[in-house]
T-cell receptor
Framework: EAGVAQSPRYKIIEKRQSVAFWCNPI?????LYWYQQILGQGPKLLIQ????????DSQLPKDRFSAERLKGVDSTLKIQPAKLEDSAVYLC??????????FGPGTRLTVL | GEDVEQSLFLSVREGDSSVINCTYT??????LYWYKQEPGAGLQLLTYIFSNMDMKQDQRLTVLLNKKDKHLSLRIADTQTGDSAIYFC??????????FGKGTKLSVIP
């Protein structure tokens, strides 16, 4: 069974630029999560989708971050404009059985 | 609010047992988890325990849960160099949303 796929794996941008990350969950997984992991910290939940609907986006900085999952499968997370403090690894996870989340390899973002 | 605390570092000799400890604050957590993260990789679900259990064993891994003290531990028997990684404790904050600790970096000395 293929795991959660994410791209790109690495991205370097300058502050005030925009960036987008893509996630393809495990086939059949209805729930999809985006986490932000700052260096030396544990992952922090940004947004949770159930199929193509948002379950919780209370931790998403909506002035600059947006996420969508239009067809209930793939998802994109966008940052516009980026700030220095957005440098982190962005992890996507999916689950079928809700207490088992499977994580992708992450996208490491560096904002200069 | 929810908060998960872990010690940051642990060093053990190959073949010894490792015990990684965690405290959490949300007494209503349904599940508690241990994840492993190797350098440059995502998080791998190692094991989880349902809140009405005291202990769960899975091959070399033993999870102990003390609900009264809100204390969770992960014991790795016969620790190998391949076990070197960062181990994250996490609690279910509701709606299966996970709150993670900062992680414990386990170093295994050959």
């Amino acid at each position: 069974e293929a795991g959660v796929a994410q791209s790109p794996r690495y991205k370097i941008i300058e502050k005030r630029q925009s960036v987008a990350f893509w996630c393809n969950p495990i086939s059949g997984h209805a729930t999809l999560y985006w986490y932000q992991q700052i260096l030396g910290q544990g992952p922090k939940l940004l947004i949770q989708f159930q199929n193509n609907g948002v379950v919780d986006d209370s931790q998403l900085p909506k002035d600059r971050f947006s996420a969508e999952r239009l067809k209930g499968v793939d998802s994109t997370l966008k940052i516009q404009p980026a700030k220095l403090e957005d440098s982190a690894v962005y992890l996507c996870a999916s689950s079928a059985v809700q207490h088992e989340q499977f994580f992708g390899p992450g996208t490491r973002l560096t904002v200069l | 609010g929810e908060d998960v605390e872990q010690s940051l570092f642990l060093s053990v000799r190959e073949g010894d047992s490792s015990v990684i400890n965690c405290t959490y604050t949300d007494s209503s957590s349904t599940y508690l988890y241990w994840y492993k993260q190797e350098p440059g990789a995502g998080l791998q679900l190692l094991t989880y325990i349902f809140s009405n259990m005291d202990m769960k064993q899975d091959q070399r891994l033993t999870v102990l849960l003390n609900k009264k003290d809100k204390h969770l531990s992960l014991r790795i028997a016969d620790t190998q160099t391949g076990d070197s990684a960062i181990y994250f404790c996490a609690e279910d904050a509701g709606s299966y949303q996970l709150t993670f600790g900062k992680g414990t970096k386990l170093s295994v000395i050959p």
